[in-house]
């Protein structure tokens, strides 16, 4: 059900998801009751007792959205509802959801001071958010919640050596950021978001604890550049119940 699962604070919990756990989004032609359920199962089998992921409609944008208390309140239900236009968002706590097929999904967290509820964020980073900044964005909007020592951790994503584009589409992902230039495995003109994203994270001052396999060349994953018809696995971020102060 997890390619990766870790309590990576006190009562703060990081995972991803891979295709056992089956197709997680809601626009890929697939029943939403069956996505339904298999959303509810992941809360049930993590320990969310009554409390609900919270995903998005991601549109390879920038836009970066507060979830719950504290932040911009978003009240899609997110089992029947894709919630907020974003490509990223945050929260105090609040469990959050990133899906992907080749893109990085980051999670990311940060302290507050007084044993606060930590300050929670995930990413949808393809190439036109990593080109337009969504990753900077995220981490700005944590710490103007307050968050400190920000750690982030990098889901299965399609890697350099795999992720073949146009010289032209390289040259203008790479014009901004440089570390996203690279050459695949067959010598063709490639881009490297996972090197992007990183590169972005450590310019921003946030610590990069884990970094996934690729996508396309791992078959227990999704990946959309192997099957344009597949589904969505999930990076997830949550808290124990009582973590934190409200």
Known sequence: ???????????????????????????VGDDPADVGRRRRDLEV???LGSRRFQYMN???GNDVAGI??????????????????ADAMVSLGEPLAVMVADCVPIVLVGDRAGG??????????????VASGVVPAAVARMRGLGASAL????????????????????????ARVPAARCTTSRGT???????????????????VEYSGHCT?????????????????????VWTDAGTGQP
């Open 68 to 85: 719950g208390a504290g932040t911009d309140p978003v009240t899609a239900d997110p089992v029947t509802a894709e919630g907020p236009t």
């Open 58 to 60: 991601q549109v390879h």
């Open 189 to 207: 003109p490639g881009l490297d978001l996972p090197a992007a994203v990183r590169s972005q994270l450590r310019d921003a001052g946030v610590a």
């Open 45 to 47: 089998a993590l320990g």
């Open 151 to 174: 750690s982030a951790w990098i889901g299965p994503s399609v890697c350099g050596n795999c992720y073949e584009v146009p010289a032209d589409m390289r040259d203008d992902v790479a």
């Open 116 to 129: 606060e509820r930590p300050v929670l964020a995930v990413v949808h980073a393809g190439r036109p958010g």
């Open 1 to 27: 059900m997890f390619s990766w699962r870790a309590e990576v604070r006190p009562g703060v919990w990081v995972a991803f998801t891979d295709a056992a756990a089956g197709n997680l989004a809601l626009h």
């Open 216 to 236: 396309l060349e791992d078959t227990n994953l999704f990946s959309y550049r192997r099957d344009p018809n597949t589904g969505r696995f999930a990076g997830l």
